[in-house]
């Protein structure tokens, strides 16, 4: 008897079809909902930096030169892409398959955690906050841009109407709040800018630094 498959399993699966076409799929949302934001939130990154759900690398090519780059994706096919534009953008970063629920690194071992537009599809988005405050050190950063549920109620109405298919179709929730997760697991909202009728967060958020 095959073993039930977990909405982790369901997600990478999803993740591995839909990577070959991903990158053409979003630049039509990225151009009208988050021009600019890649290239912000790399910006912000500083130390060792980890990127969670790193998928086909689009990232890589804003990040500073020089800084100690890692980031790892639930999907091989994803990061399979990611390997090869990290080669041909000269990126030195150590990437691996890995789940942003249960991250493979220890307490403490990085000072700037990005996630761009990830938390959406992730299945338990509340324990991969907790996981990016674990492996910060204190004093760390979490740089965060995601698509939100709009305080528009007109806007939210239409969100909740798409929400039912783009859940049960490509398990991307557009109603999540990640700022109640965030402060949840301990972090100080340092800075917050909402975009596009407030339907996109740009955040950057702080792991208490020890007294």
């Known amino acids: 008897m095959n073993e039930l498959r977990t ?3 369901i997600a990478r699966e999803r993740w591995d079809r839909m990577a070959v ?8 949302f990225e151009r009208i909902l988050f021009g600019g ?21 689009r990232n890589l090519a804003f990040y500073p030169d020089g ?18 534009r990290a080669h041909k953008l000269r990126r030195d970063i150590s990437l691996q398959v890995g789940d942003a629920q249960r991250l493979p690194f ?5 000072d700037t955690a990005v996630c761009t537009l990830a938390l959406c599809s992730i299945p338990n ?3 991969a906050v907790r996981e990016v405050f674990r492996v910060l050190r204190p004093g760390g950063q979490f740089v965060l841009i995601e698509h939100v549920g ?17 859940v049960r179709l490509e398990g991307d929730h557009l109603l999540r709040e990640p700022l109640v997760h965030l402060r949840g697991a301990g972090f100080e909202v340092e800075s917050l800018e909402r975009l596009k ?10 792991k208490p630094a020890r007294d």
């Not at 220890?106 to 990085?110: I, N, R, T, V």
């Not at 528009?152 to 783009?166: G, Y």
């Open 125 to 127: 988005d509340s324990a």
């Open 106 to 110: 220890a307490d403490a071992s990085f």
């Open 37 to 57: 934001g890649r290239e912000w939130a790399c910006s912000q990154a500083t130390g060792e930096v980890v990127e969670i759900a790193v998928g086909t690398g």
């Open 67 to 84: 800084l100690p780059l890692a980031g790892l994706d639930l999907s091989p096919q994803m990061l399979r892409l990611a390997t090869e």
């Open 197 to 206: 009728l407030g339907i996109v967060e740009r955040v950057v958020a702080r």
């Open 7 to 9: 909405p982790t399993d």
């Open 150 to 166: 709009s305080p528009n109620p007109f806007v939210r109405a239409a969100q909740w109407v798409a929400d039912q298919f783009t």
């Open 21 to 28: 076409d991903y990158d053409r799929s979003i630049a039509f």
